[in-house]
């Protein structure tokens, strides 16, 4: 009897079967595998999922054959042989009395698409999203990863999760840049691709490796140790957390005496700004918030009686763009990272007493919004009698300041959604060991205040993600950080540029990684700029050169060093497509001369697949840098018309 997948346990739940004969497990594919999906050409293929404990399955996919037993904990896996671009096909797993099977699979070449909220970015609130609202092209699936977090490795997906074909009805509904990655990829490789969305915005690294990969980085061992702890002991794991990391924000505070009696309820705020925290903080009249990244500290008073004070209680807050730390009546009620996670707090008993009771939120905004958000009506403190009391709509607040440059913002590993490895865990690890050709990453914002480590931590995932998904060559496709916040009129420090420099010095050292540079179609207005097709062409055009071997250059003209000429300096280029050219004159934007002190803008003149720096060879000149700004303006380009991408190097003596 073969039936199709979803009417499996419908199947089971009208037949009876003599117990003797058959335990009521079916067979069944792992949840990444479904109706529609892509699997991936010229390569083994491993599929894998569940049946009776110590049955034997079969697995058959367009004549070809395969064979696993159940483990005990009913786990099965094996392989199909290599099969060329095609279809569609069946692909069927039976234990010889029943079969799940799903329909319309094709082979072609499958991308695992991941990172955090430019990588979620859609494909209908894109800039050119009305032609391709009415797109149908049976060649391209899509199946998109709930969002979801876990302290521990997971076997399946939390939800059952389709796969879909590109049409009208759920086009918009795909990741832009990696639809449009693939739709390139599908056109110029004349196949099927597939690709695996599994983002979140705001999300940190960290959260996106395994703890085998995060071990390799040592500052990171005693949280992931804690989080272990936290598996199997919830309260002790808190405890012990809270303890070891009690004084840690204190790190990122200027005049510490004065931020320790915010805290305090007996603390005067008179003198402090109104806000009501409806939208975030950008949106508010403060035009010193409008452009904010950093930390602001709000403060409210909420009357209870002498019975509601007597209960068990809960706070909400609602949603708090990115990271808080909420104090009641001086007692620490919690912290969360998350710029969506709504704020869930228990209050131990004796936290709040009859009459006034204050209310203490430290926000810290790495990036984009920031600040408590919401609905007023979430902004509540619930007892156990079912009552609530809600939160006033007007609160009073302080900006603090921005972030201490390389300052660590301490969370608890287990939070969500940016704990140690919880990502991985709930939608990484369900979808390994899934046969992939590549995998694209967008992210890099959330870690933008410890740029220097993003390079250590990159590298440290690349090879964590190649082990988990048993491909130790499998290549990775990069988008470096697009422009977005300040533009400067003088050299500053920017914790954006100095992560685009990681970037590209992870991608640099790795043979089988790729960068897609974006500096030129950000918007330094909004941190998610809606122009997606460039962005996924120019990462088709990466594939075209790591993944598929073509002579093309991968990407925008990339420096090869420096030196000196008499007066000036010379940098040489590589990729230039034939030369270099500038766009709207004839310098070069953005080139700066650095002594160990500092930098200054010179004069820039391309020259073939050179820039000459004009008289920039003077004494204690010993770095270059390009572009290094949040949101710096450029022009220059490949005769391709490609941008060249930000750096800092040495010069060669």
């Not at 505070?253 to 320790?260: N, Y």
């Not at 990339?558 to 004839?586: C, H, M, Q, W």
């Amino acid at each position: 009897m073969t039936v199709p997948y979803r009417a499996v346990l419908a199947t089971i739940a009208c037949t009876v079967l003599p117990l003797a004969a058959h335990a009521a497990e079916p067979p069944r594919f792992a949840g990444v595998f479904g109706d529609h999906a892509v699997l991936q050409r010229d390569a083994t293929v491993k599929v894998w999922g569940t049946a009776t404990p110590g049955s034997a399955v079969t697995v058959t996919f367009n004549g070809g054959k395969a064979t696993a037993t159940a483990n005990a904990a009913g786990k099965w896996t094996s392989q199909l042989p290599p099969t060329r671009a095609g279809g569609p096909y069946t692909l069927a797993v039976s234990d010889g009395i029943e079969t799940t099977t799903l329909n319309d699979i094709l082979v072609g070449d499958v991308y695992l698409c991941s990172g955090q909220s430019n990588m979620e970015f859609t494909v209908r609130y894109t800039t050119n999203a009305g032609g391709e609202l009415n797109t149908t092209n049976d060649k391209l699936r899509f199946i998109t990863i709930d969002r979801t977090t876990a302290v521990a490795p997971q076997a399946e997906l939390s939800h059952p999760t389709p796969w879909k074909v590109v049409n009208p009805q759920t086009v918009g509904d795909a990741s832009a840049v990696c639809y449009f990655m693939s739709k390139s990829i599908s056109k110029s490789e004349n196949v099927p691709v597939g690709m695996i969305h599994s983002s979140w915005g705001g999300t940190f690294i960290q959260a996106w490796m395994s703890q085998d990969g995060l071990r390799t980085v040592a500052s990171y061992r005693p949280g992931l140790d804690a989080l272990n702890l936290y598996a199997s002991d919830r309260a002790a794991a808190q405890t012990q957390w809270a303890a070891a990391t009690q004084d840690a924000w204190k790190a990122t505070e200027d005049d510490l005496p004065t931020k320790l009696q915010w805290i305090e309820p007996k603390f005067r705020d008179n003198d402090w700004k109104s806000i009501v925290p409806d939208v975030i903080w950008e949106g508010s009249p403060d035009p010193e918030l409008t452009t904010f990244d950093g930390i602001v500290w709000y403060r409210t008073t909420v009357n209870i009686t002498k019975a509601q004070a007597a209960q068990t209680a809960h706070l909400s807050l609602g949603p708090i763009d990115d990271i808080d730390i909420t104090w009641v009546n001086g007692v620490k009620a919690g912290t969360t990272y998350g710029w969506n996670a709504p704020r869930e707090y228990d209050l131990p008993a004796g936290t709040l007493k009859a009459g006034r009771n204050t209310v203490v939120v430290r926000v810290t905004d790495t990036g984009g919004g920031g600040g408590l958000y919401g609905k007023a009506t979430d902004k509540k403190i619930r007892f156990g009698d079912g009552s609530t009391v809600a939160l006033p709509n007007v609160w009073r607040y302080k900006i603090s300041g921005p972030i201490r440059p390389g300052a660590k913002v301490e969370g608890e590993p287990w939070a969500e959604p940016n704990g140690l490895t919880v990502l991985y865990n709930a939608m990484i690890a369900p979808v390994a060991p899934y046969t992939l050709k590549g995998v694209a990453w967008y992210q890099g914002e959330a870690n933008a205040d410890s740029p220097v480590e993003y390079q250590t931590l990159m590298t440290a995932w690349m090879a964590d993600w190649r082990q988990k998904f048993d491909n130790p060559a499998l290549p990775f496709l990069i988008v470096q950080l697009a422009d977005y916040g300040p533009v400067a009129s003088a050299p500053v420090t920017s914790n954006w540029a100095r992560l685009r420099e990681s970037q590209r010095l992870a991608v640099k050292a790795d043979p089988h990684a790729g960068l897609a540079v974006s500096l030129d179609v950000g918007d330094r207005f909004d941190i998610h700029p809606t122009q997606k097709t460039v962005v996924g062409n120019r990462l088709a055009r990466v594939a075209q050169s790591v993944v598929y071997g073509k002579t093309v250059t991968p990407s925008g003209p990339e420096p090869v060093g420096v030196t000196r000429a008499v007066d000036d300096l010379i940098v040489t280029f590589k990729n230039t497509g034939g030369g270099l050219v500038t766009y709207s004159g004839a310098t070069a934007l953005g080139f700066e001369a650095c002594t160990d002190t500092g930098c200054t803008y010179v004069s820039a003149t391309p020259d073939g697949d050179r820039v000459i720096l004009q008289g920039a060879n003077r004494i204690g000149v010993v770095r270059v840098r390009y572009a290094w700004a949040d949101s710096p303006y450029v022009n220059l380009y490949s005769k391709d018309d490609l941008p060249a991408g930000p750096f800092e190097m040495e010069i060669s003596e």
